[in-house]
């Protein structure tokens, strides 16, 4: 219940702060607390993988698979939202259709466009090591009995994160207008994320020739590695259980990975990519990527997929 009500909480104190007219001190010093909370997440997602002893012995045998299986997603997700994009819903029309109408936010996508084509931000990378950093320190020197302290880690680092975004949009009207335009057809980006990973885990399987079950399943996760992890682990056991968490930690690594990659390919590249860890891991990068507008999009998209997964999986699972 905490977790599911802690980004509209937190996003929605932090809307309340950035309506407020106060001086640019302090939105500076939570643009800091964002950057430093994003690379604490970072850390946490990879200290997951480094404590947990049955993915880190099966990693040898799996581990490949694992990531074929990831990258087959991301690219169906990626393949299928990028026609959705050029046909039903077109965000960068709509994106520059909102910088039009003012000047002011005209002036800041030139100036955001102008920073993209010079240099890549150095957060994308930091946030790369962070994640092996995680790993690898956790793995080395994290004992079980205090694995607890991530999960605070992590409902810390979102909490700011949440908050920083939220005051961040609540600086930027314009994204409240470019949801009024997108409307109920973002329904279709997490239609299209879901379909493309699914379709792209059960390609996989002629590639790495692992079990059409473990491949759907897996990959409908989208990015909820907890979950799937969990869902797959009493269903079908260890090995099941290694894949569904794997798979979904991969593609949040994928992601970060990427994300430079997949910001030039299209508008809907990164939140295709992200997923449902849109909804948190996922949403300061594609945020800081693609723009608050489209930021905006992402965190629906993501949320929308968290409550569906839920759902869908013990259905697959009953399927298969």
């Not at 991969?250 to 508008?267: C, G, N, Q, Y």
Request: overall charge neutral; charged content about 10%; hydrophobic content about 50%.
């Amino acid at each position: 219940m905490f977790l599911t009500l802690l980004p509209f909480v937190s996003m929605g104190a932090g809307l309340i702060i950035g309506f407020q007219r106060l001086p640019d001190k302090v939105y500076k010093c939570f643009d800091t607390a964002s950057t430093i909370a994003l690379i604490l997440l970072m850390f946490v997602i990879g200290g997951n993988v480094g404590t947990s002893k049955e993915v880190i012995a099966e990693i040898g045998v799996v581990g490949l698979n694992c990531i074929i299986t990831c990258l087959c997603a991301v690219f169906g997700s990626v393949a299928l939202c990028f026609v959705i994009e050029k046909t039903i819903v077109p965000l960068g029309k709509y994106q520059e259709l909102l910088h039009e109408e003012s000047e002011e936010n005209a002036a800041l996508a030139a100036a955001e466009d102008d920073n993209k084509k010079r240099r890549i931000d150095p957060i994308l990378i930091i946030i790369i090591v962070s994640v092996f950093v995680g790993i690898f320190v956790c793995y080395e020197w994290m004992p079980q009995s205090m694995t607890w302290t991530l999960t605070y880690a992590l409902w810390i680092s979102l909490i700011v994160l949440y908050t920083s975004v939220g005051v961040g949009m609540g600086q930027q009207k314009s994204v409240f207008l470019y949801m009024k335009k997108v409307g109920f057809r973002i329904l279709f980006f997490a239609i299209g994320v879901l379909i493309g990973s699914m379709a792209g885990g059960a390609l996989s399987t002629l590639i790495t020739g692992m079990p059409l079950k473990y491949a759907v399943i897996s990959t409908s996760g989208v990015g909820y590695y907890s979950l799937t992890g969990a869902t797959m682990l009493s269903t079908f056991g260890a090995e099941g259980g290694v894949y569904g968490f794997m798979v979904n930690v991969f593609r949040d690594i994928t992601t970060v990975s990427l994300l430079p990659l997949l910001a030039k390919l299209s508008k809907s590249a990164p939140m295709a990519s992200g997923a449902a860890g849109c909804m948190d891991t996922m949403l300061v990068p594609v945020t800081r990527a693609m723009g608050r507008e489209l930021g905006l999009i992402a965190l629906i998209v993501g949320v929308i997929l968290t409550f569906a997964v839920p759902v869908l999986l013990p259905i697959l699972c009953g399927i298969f």
